[in-house]
């Protein structure tokens, strides 16, 4: 029952972020605390309180992340969400999936798009701002409001391949 519920969690999830960019929290909160709740069903208060370990483990990996724009809320609310499915010890597994799904996903997505030169000019002026001119208003500003077609990848997609992996 919960991989089926997790099914859905995550195909509505990669729907969303792929049209609208975005990963609604009316869609992720029934979600979690449907996992948290199947999770203390299922193996009492100790599955409860590995629900929500699993979203504090979460939390604190990408902690720094978001807060460099680097990953987005939805992104790791979704994998919170996730972990209250799968628990604290397989949250682990998959953040790693994820991030090996995502790096590869990313490497795909810039040679499709041939985006390689511009990404490097873009970067190669974003590490210059931060660390020679330490100039973290313009680069948080840059980085919050990317063009169009410099936006990060959905990253739901790696997400939900990397749950998959760990399932399996």
């Known amino acids: 029952m919960n991989i089926i519920i997790l099914s859905i969690l995550l195909i509505f999830s ?6 609208k960019r975005t990963i ?19 193996n009492g208060i100790r599955g409860g309180f590995d629900s929500l ?5 979460v ?12 990953i987005g ?16 010890r397989m949250v682990i597994t ?24 511009n990404l490097i000019e873009h970067y190669k002026i974003y590490f210059l701002k931060v660390f020679l001119m330490n100039s973290f208003k313009e680069m948080t500003y840059e980085m919050e409001n990317p063009e169009e077609d410099e936006r990060g990848i959905p990253y739901s997609i790696p997400i939900a391949i990397g749950t998959i992996l760990t399932l399996i």
């Open 53 to 57: 370990g699993a979203v504090m483990i």
């Open 24 to 42: 609604p929290n009316k869609l992720l909160a029934p979600f979690i605390i449907i996992g948290i709740a199947f999770s203390s069903f299922e």
């Open 59 to 70: 939390f604190l990996f990408f902690l720094i992340p978001f807060a460099l724009g680097w």
């Open 94 to 117: 998959c953040i790693i999936y994820t991030i090996i799904v995502g790096a590869l996903y990313g490497v795909v997505m810039i040679i499709k798009g041939k985006r390689i030169k």
């Open 14 to 19: 990669v729907i969303k972020d792929i049209s």
């Open 73 to 88: 809320g939805g992104d790791v609310k979704l994998l919170m969400t996730v972990g209250t499915f799968i628990g604290s």
